[in-house]
């Protein structure tokens, strides 16, 4: 056994696979650009973070060593800001590295002969894992020196580098591997991609959920004990121990390593799944996709075009079968639309079943008219509503290129924009369970049992929505322009993370940065204006109006938290936020036709 | 039909397309052939709008790609080397899906399906999801597709590859009734020996270059006269013609008889093949070569087993042309 293992680690992390992958990767300019890019942006952040922490010593006349002492309750801030953002970051790109490891090969059919080397499916596996993850590595090491880099004005200890660099690390790892196991699964590698992502996600959050679970029945937690496996739940206790917030004693100072263990658990379980399910393809012969099953139907096959008559010479049931044309005049569209969200429908059913029942279990024990329960179920439902977005779109020109069948498409007189619009549809068609989720929870959990005013809903509707209308318009735009379907992914989760959440810190920071400078310099209505674009505080603002309360405090005084409306005037705002976004939408809708007929010679 | 300009495309240093120039004429089946990465598939999707070229111009039908691209998808169907399907769809609903990409009306949409789906054998198939066909089934289907809005001209890339004997028999059958019916095709592949037996004209291309475009005929009498040349030298414009010999066991040897030969002025060369059999390149028309020929070889004292002019094939037509022994 351990002469087998010996074999394996040297010639699968280390072999053929692994050279002919960090070859392709070396070949591709794109490696060094996403490099370099990530370093500038990290540095680009870190200096803004640092200017706006440090712009009150700058402008301020206190003495060198009250600077000084600011200096280092800055670096803290600095190092946390960092660490959870290239945590969040790596985790998605590290799922999107090796999503199309195995499906991207069964696609092209190069799959066979790989398996027909003399290279063990382990050894494959492992060379494709440490293969494409040498580029995770090297975007990780690009942000240690920054973080080492803050060490210099003190406040941050070396523990905590050496905690969350690891639990970044080990993260990224395990999110890879279930990539790299939804990988042998999937048929596309955004599929992989987004539902390795999901599965990582939920591995982090199984031993909180487990707490949670064991205190069903008990007035508090049975027991902490599970919580140090979450990485997420420890790198917040590592980095809120480095900002000297909170230091429970329930959690050892080296309780991190924990969360790498049970990290390095999942990620060798999950590689496992991968060896297994490569082994079977080898011994299955099943080296190329499968055959989709027909999907039943649910009703009789008719004709709408009624007036044709039936065919002569053919049996009844043939002739009920041939007179139907199920497929309409806008045949893209049409297929857009009945593409499935689930693969089966007991699918739906689970995630439904298990939605409905996690609501339960918490509503039951926080009450069901708790206003605050509210707020982090529907910002966790709304960040999965904006991810799968984000996600869905860039699937939609980048995936039939890969699969091959956008030439044929191509050689239709469809134009540029038709495909684009029922592209958009159908990515529209396809979020529309989780919004359906979400404006469930929002009816049954808010405004049923009189927790929110009625008018939330519309508020909701107009501004949840159109920011998904225009993620998925950026992410067909992306697709068109994106050889791939996970870059295009990638670059429309960055574009929705940059423009909703970097963009308005950037905002605040320069605004914090010319106000130290110049008191007075910028308005309170320029900074609601930039603010006001974003759909996170307009739905914090439009709960918080919501709740409820005497009509005449809700009209006059409810929509006061980032901003001070009244009731109308928070109204007639979302309408401004719901059409500045639909125009948006028609306007990325129309560069990416003129992307498209650019690139494929056709008629915009 | 077709026609194409001082056709060049380039792929960054690649030159792809080399001022190709072409034409084909309607109710041709133009046998396009090349060594891979010769700028065929190119050319086809020039022609099929899918790619604009660099320079030069491409007509079909008598409209230019580059203005006419929609009105030329309208008369053209192309089907490229490897078929990309929608595996979501059903044979039947895969074929609506183009005809109504194609806007071809309700009324017609059903029976111009029914049509298209007998005439490549597959109404059978007609509710299989289209990945769950075979390679040749899903060959047929490409067909059916391209087929769907009664294109007038057909760009086939490829279209037997990966397909087993029976089912390129059927292909050729295929291509052959849609000749028939008056559509005109352009058909690159491989397999030089089907293309002889369907195409009416044939271009040879490689490097981007077209080394040759004409009948098949042409080409072979092009090869065989190139022949000769390159033997003898000679750059005489007289018909040639190669016959092939083959002795009988009891006949004197083909040595001995091949140094009478080479002593006749109406013979350019012999060449021994082996101990029974000879090749003899004849300086004279085809008309009276065998009867002379025939005359020689019994004066002197061969026993003929079999003598008949020497066959060339495409493959070696092709051979000639690309590796440079025809300019």
Redo the contacts between chains.
């Keep these: 056994m351990l002469t087998g293992v010996f074999q394996l680690v040297p010639r699968g992390l280390f072999g053929p696979v692994f050279s002919r992958e960090i070859r392709v990767v070396s070949r591709l300019s794109s490696s060094f650009w996403v490099r370099a890019f990530y370093a500038l942006g990290l540095a680009a952040l870190a200096s803004l973070v640092y200017f706006v922490a440090t712009a009150d010593i700058r402008f301020s006349n206190h003495g060198n060593a009250s600077a000084v002492q600011e200096l280092q309750m800055f670096a803290p801030i600095l190092g946390a800001f960092f660490v959870w953002f290239q945590f969040v970051i790596m985790s998605f790109v590290a799922s999107t590295l090796t999503a199309g490891a195995i499906c991207d090969e069964r696609r092209k059919g190069s799959i066979a002969s790989l398996l027909a080397t003399p290279l063990t499916p382990a050894q494959i596996v492992l060379g494709k894992f440490s293969g494409r993850l040498v580029q995770l590595i090297i975007l990780i090491a690009a942000g240690i020196p920054l973080l080492l880099a803050v060490r210099i004005f003190g406040g941050i200890s070396p523990g905590f580098v050496l905690s969350a660099t690891l639990i970044t690390i080990s993260t990224a790892l395990l999110h890879a591997s279930i990539a790299m196991a939804a990988s042998a699964r999937a048929?596309s590698s955004t599929t992989a991609a987004s539902s390795g992502f999901a599965m990582g996600v939920l591995w982090c959050f199984t031993p909180m959920i487990l707490t949670l679970l064991l205190a069903i029945g008990s007035n508090g937690p049975r027991t902490f004990a599970l919580l140090p496996f979450s990485p997420y739940f420890s790198l917040g206790i590592e980095t809120a121990a480095s900002l000297g917030d909170f230091n429970p004693s329930f959690f050892s100072s080296n309780g991190w390593l924990y969360a790498i263990a049970y990290n390095a658990a999942g990620c060798t379980l999950f590689l496992c799944l991968a060896v297994s399910r490569l082994r079977k393809i080898a011994l299955g012969g099943d080296v190329e996709?499968p055959?989709?099953?027909?999907?039943k139907r649910t009703g009789p096959l008719t004709?709408?075009?009624s007036?044709?008559g039936t065919?002569p010479g053919v049996h009844p049931a043939a002739r009920t079968?041939?007179?139907?044309?199920?497929?309409?005049?806008?045949?893209?569209t049409?297929?857009e639309l009945?593409?499935?969200v689930f693969i089966r429908r007991w699918h739906a059913w689970a995630v439904a079943i298990a939605a409905a029942l996690l609501l339960s279990y918490i509503y039951s024990e926080t009450g069901i008219h708790e206003a605050g329960v509210f707020f982090p179920v529907s910002a966790i439902v709304l960040a999965l509503f904006y991810f799968q977005s984000a996600l869905i779109a860039a699937n939609s020109i980048a995936g039939?290129r890969e699969?091959?069948?956008?030439?044929?498409?191509?050689?239709?007189?469809?134009t540029a924009r038709a495909i684009v619009r029922a592209k958009w549809i159908g990515a529209l068609r396809r979020v529309c369970p989780v919004a359906i989720l979400y404006f469930a929870i929002a009816i049954c959990f808010g405004i049923v049992p009189g927790t929110f005013h009625w008018a939330l809903f519309p508020h909701l509707l107009l501004i949840a929505l159109p920011p998904v209308a225009f993620l998925i318009a950026t992410g067909v735009w992306f697709s068109v322009i994106a050889r791939r379907s996970t870059v295009a992914a990638t670059l429309n989760l960055g574009l929705g993370l940059a423009i909703w959440v970097v963009f308005p810190l950037v905002s605040l920071a320069i605004g914090s940065i010319l106000m130290q400078i110049s008191p007075g310099s910028i308005s309170e209505e320029a900074a609601v204006f930039i603010a006001v674009w974003n759909p996170a505080p307009m739905v914090v603002t439009a709960i918080q109006g919501a709740t409820f309360g005497p009509w005449d405090v809700i009209r006059m005084d409810g929509y006061h938290t980032f901003f001070k409306f009244s009731f109308w005037s928070f109204s007639l705002t979302t309408v401004g936020f719901a059409v500045g976004y639909a125009l948006l939408t028609w306007g990325v809708l129309q560069l990416a036709a003129r992307s498209l007929a650019q690139r494929?010679?056709?008629?915009a | 039909m077709i026609a194409t300009q001082n056709l060049t495309k380039r792929f960054g240093s690649l030159v792809a397309l080399d001022n190709l120039t072409l034409e084909i004429g309607p109710g041709e089946i133009f046998g396009f052939i090349g060594p891979n990465g010769a700028g065929k598939s190119t050319t086809m999707k020039v022609l099929a709008c899918l790619l604009k070229q660099d320079s030069g111009e491409a007509f079909v039908c008598g409209k230019n790609t580059k203005k006419d691209a929609d009105a030329i998808r309208r008369l053209v169907g192309y089907m490229p080397d490897f078929l990309g399907v929608y595996d979501d769809l059903t044979v039947d609903e895969y074929l609506q899906f183009f005809a109504a990409a194609f806007s071809v009306p309700r009324s017609r949409r059903r029976s111009v399906i029914d049509q298209v789906l007998e005439l490549t054998d597959l109404t059978e198939k007609k509710q299989a999801m289209v990945d769950s066909l075979s390679r040749g089934m899903q060959q047929r289907l490409g067909v059916a597709r391209v087929l769907i809005h009664e294109p007038q001209v057909l760009l086939l890339d490829e279209p037997a590859s990966g397909l087993d004997p029976r089912a390129r028999i059927e292909m050729r059958s295929l291509l052959i009734e849609l000749r028939k019916m008056g559509k005109s095709l352009m058909v690159s592949s491989h397999i030089l020996s089907e293309l002889a037996e369907m195409c009416t004209s044939i271009g040879i291309v490689e490097r981007g270059k077209l080394l040759y475009a004409g009948s098949i005929q042409d080409a072979y009498a092009k090869v065989r006269s190139a022949a000769l040349d390159v033997n003898d030298g000679s750059t005489s414009a007289a018909p040639r013609e190669r016959i092939v010999v083959v002795l009988h066991p009891s006949s004197p040897s083909a040595d001995s008889i091949a140094i009478g030969l080479r002593n006749d002025a109406r013979i350019a060369s012999v060449t021994i093949d082996s101990a029974t059999s000879l090749a003899i390149d004849l300086q004279v028309s085809e008309s009276d070569g065998h009867a002379f020929a025939t005359d020689l070889l019994l004066a002197n004292g061969a026993r003929i087993h079999s003598i008949a002019p020497a066959e060339i094939n495409l493959e070696d037509a092709f051979l000639k042309l690309t590796t440079g022994a025809i300019h």
């Design positions: 048929r996709l055959a989709k099953k027909p999907r004709n709408p075009d007036s044709q065919i079968a041939s007179a139907a044309l199920t497929v309409w005049d806008n045949p893209l049409w297929r009945r593409q499935r039939e699969s091959r069948s956008l030439e044929v498409l191509l050689t239709t007189p469809l494929t010679n056709r008629v």
